[in-house]
């Protein structure tokens, strides 16, 4: 039973190490642009979109489909960034072990 209790203990350490990670990660950020700084977007390591800027020459009416597609892609890069940033923090706890479903 010795072996079982530690296998307990090592995961509770495991799980309030993942609760701590959670924490941290909402304080990180990653940021991604699109047509050249146009458009950037930063993204918290809770995958949630924390700003957006936009130049002023893409924000008129005449350029609204370039701003749409400039948007889009700088959300996809940041939230990409971002959910490679926190699969790095989690192999460094789960010591590359895939736990699906922990974040």
């Known amino acids: 039973m010795k072996g079982m209790e530690e296998i307990l203990r090592q995961a509770q350490q495991v799980q309030e190490r993942l609760a701590k990670l959670q924490e941290e990660l909402a304080g990180r950020t990653v ?11 930063v993204v918290n390591g ?39 940033m926190v699969a790095e ?4 706890i789960t010591g590359g072990m895939n736990l699906p479903g922990l974040f």
């Open 31 to 41: 940021e991604a642009s699109a047509g050249g700084g146009m458009v950037s977007v």
């Open 46 to 84: 809770r995958q949630e979109v924390v700003s957006v800027r936009i130049e002023k020459e893409v924000a008129s009416p005449e350029e609204l489909e370039l701003l749409q597609d400039l948007v889009r892609g700088a959300m996809n890069e940041a939230l990409s960034r971002s959910k490679r």
């Open 89 to 92: 923090e989690m192999s460094k």
